[in-house]
């Protein structure tokens, strides 16, 4: 059974910095492109990161420079870390892994999400 | 940017009604687009790819339709579980972004 399992997060104030994870489990971790995605209380879905098998990373504007995510493969461990933290980036944070279909990329297995808030 | 637009933002229905909501892509996606299904505190749930291909374990009441920039995503007999909001996504070639529409609640008439 594939499982993702994210933890990290918690309160931290504007500015700062913190690094969210994600165990996966069920699957082999290392053949799959994983993302993040966020969604704000009460808002729609927003994609933060991707990284693929060999390490490529890919970012919206919103969060380029400020956010980088990364890969352990030999833990099975994905992971986002975030920098110059603000307000906006409030939000829970799923952990997701990529699927391939004919045209493209999509996203099949989800964690439960680990909630960030910035605030002061 | 490829934006993604959908509509209507809230369907009330009742069960046992048809549901369909639209997915309009700002251009062109071809084939390259995704359903999913968000109930309250739970995460996302893929259930159409590639426009009109059910993910694994999707009932046959879900189905897509579209392609280009128009798409539907149709539930032929909604059932109580099926209350939700449900959120269209595709995936830009470059650069390399994934974007979701804001999403269209169904509630219970």
């Known amino acids: 059974e594939v499982q993702l399992v994210e933890s990290g997060g918690g309160l931290v104030q504007p500015g700062g910095s913190l690094r969210l994870s994600c165990a996966a489990s069920g699957f082999t971790f290392s053949s799959y492109d994983m993302h993040w995605v966020r969604q704000a209380t009460g808002k729609g879905l927003e994609w933060v990161s991707a990284?693929?098998?060999?390490?490529?990373?890919y970012y919206p504007g919103s969060v380029k420079g400020r956010f980088t995510i990364s890969r352990e493969n030999a833990k099975n461990s994905l992971y986002l870390q975030m920098n110059s933290l603000r307000a906006g980036d409030t939000a829970v944070y799923y952990c997701?892994?990529?699927?391939?279909?004919?045209?493209?990329?999509?996203?099949?297995?989800w964690g439960q999400g680990t909630l960030v808030t910035v605030s002061s | 940017e490829i934006v993604l637009t959908q509509s209507p933002a809230t369907l009330s229905l009742s069960p046992g009604e048809r549901a369909t909501l639209s997915c309009r892509a700002s251009q062109s996606v071809s084939s390259y687009l995704a359903w999913y299904q968000q109930k309250p505190g739970q995460a996302p749930r893929l259930l159409i790819y590639d426009a009109s291909n059910r993910a694994t374990g999707i009932p046959a009441r879900f189905s897509g339709s579209g392609s280009g920039t128009d798409f539907t995503l149709t539930i032929s007999s909604l059932e109580p579980e099926d209350f939700a909001v449900y959120y269209c996504q595709q995936r830009s070639n470059w650069p390399r972004i994934f974007t979701f529409g804001p999403g269209t609640k169904v509630d219970i008439k």
């Open positions: 997701a892994r990529s699927f391939y279909g004919d045209y493209g990329s999509y996203f099949d297995y």
């Open positions: 990284i693929g098998t060999a390490g490529d990373t």
